[in-house]
């Protein structure tokens, strides 16, 4: 398995009503999967100790699986329900990384 780790800080915004956050993220995570992701596990962890972040890794059976979904975002992109859903990310997030890592 390789998971694909997106890094992001919540704004001051996204931290001030965190449990709105956590609303919608699984609202998002349930859109996306019923539209053909194929990532085989979604979680998403928040920082206890240390620089403060909140991470999601998606679980891949492998990279052509990322790719997939890469395409499949482009689609998304003209898809009006999608960009209504997606709309809030830029007020409670900001990206700050992203990397591939794997099981060993």
Do not use: C
């Not at 609303?23 to 403060?52: C, I, N, Y």
């Not at 395409?71 to 003209?78: H, V, Y």
């Amino acid at each position: 398995m390789i998971y694909l780790v997106i890094i992001e800080k919540l704004t001051p915004e996204g931290r001030k009503d965190f449990k709105k956050v956590l609303e919608w993220q699984k609202r998002f995570d349930k859109w996306l999967m019923s539209h053909g992701a194929t990532w085989k596990s979604v979680r998403h962890f928040v920082t206890e100790v240390g620089e403060p972040a909140y991470e999601t890794w998606l679980e891949y059976p492998n990279y052509a699986a990322i790719d997939e979904d890469q395409e499949r975002s482009k689609k998304f992109a003209q898809d009006p329900e999608f960009l209504e859903l997606v709309s809030p990310m830029g007020k409670w997030f900001q990206r700050v990384n992203s990397r591939i890592v794997k099981e060993i």
